[in-house]
């Protein structure tokens, strides 16, 4: 045993020093910019709008296809003069009003689902019958039912906004465990504080996604009766300052009005929808 032992080359010995190894490598700028959600979306639209740009400027039809910075100067031109922010303010108060509705809606049916099994073969039932049902295809009947004014508006946002939430806020509701159940039923709660206390904290992010879809679904349809029965109801909002100025053949404002609902739709998003995800679903560890 008094032989030297040859050194195995794919064992490591402790007394061996390991040089300048760096256990740690910090990021560059550009990698740690890179790192950041917002500077990435802002490089995607920067992109969109260069080819925006090319594309306008190699057709050379601005009655046809603006390019960007033509878009850019009607939408602030028209912000200047006061245009565009009263319609906006009129179209985001009736949106606002058929959203809240709807959401109340939802809430109830939702509630009367999860405390009994008619209630829920009942929800399943009429999300199953008029889900599918474009809501921009009930604005015929709303005028009559309604007359010309903004119920009939509202009325059609109330079912673009309802059985989307309705759907997603249920299934979450359903997909909480039963060991979360039986904790809050072992805390004495029942009924409407067990949906309080445990279903709705439990199925938030399913809720989320639903206010989410509720939300795109009650801003496309609101533009699009406004293109056709904005005036009507005398709102005069952005889908008929689109639908006036596609009449003049003003086909800037008409860029700009779209302009003006992506802008909306980015804001909705990332700020206000970003926000309240940040604070619940992250803040809670249920999303990375």
């Known amino acids: ?24 490598a910090s990021l560059s700028v550009i990698e740690r910019i890179y790192h950041i959600g917002a500077v990435r979306k802002v490089i995607i639209l920067a992109v969109l709008a260069g080819l925006w740009q090319a594309y306008g400027l190699w057709l050379g039809n601005p009655l046809l296809f603006p390019t960007f910075t033509d878009t850019l100067a009607a939408f602030f031109e028209n912000i200047g003069n006061g245009v565009i922010p009263a319609r906006t303010l009129v179209s985001l108060e009736t949106l606002l009003i058929g959203y809240g509705v709807g959401i109340a809606l939802a809430a109830v049916l939702t509630t009367i689902a999860i405390g009994s099994r008619i209630g829920a073969d009942m929800l399943e039932a009429l999300t199953s019958m008029f889900n599918p049902l474009p809501a921009i295809a009930l604005l015929p009947l709303a005028l009559i039912w309604f007359g010309l004014g903004k119920g009939s508006i509202i009325f059609v946002l109330v079912h673009s906004v309802l059985w989307a939430i309705a759907l997603n806020t249920h299934s979450g509701f359903r997909s909480v465990s039963n060991t979360l159940r039986m904790v809050g039923l072992n805390y004495g709660l029942r009924g409407l504080k067990l949906v309080r206390f445990i279903l709705i904290p439990a199925a938030f992010p399913a809720i989320l996604t639903g206010l989410k879809v509720g939300w795109a679904f009650a801003w496309r349809t609101l533009i699009a009766a406004e293109l056709v029965f904005g005036v009507s109801s005398g709102s005069g909002g952005l889908g008929w300052f689109i639908f006036e100025n596609r009449n003049q053949l003003e086909t800037a404002n008409v860029f700009a009005g779209l302009f003006t609902v992506i802008i909306i739709g980015l804001v909705v998003e990332n700020v206000v929808f970003a926000t309240i995800e940040r604070k619940t679903v992250r803040r809670w560890g249920m999303q990375h």
Do not use: C, F, H, W
């Open 1 to 24: 045993m008094s032989e030297t032992l040859a050194l195995r080359p794919e064992v490591v010995n402790a007394d061996t020093p390991l040089g300048d190894i760096k256990v740690e």
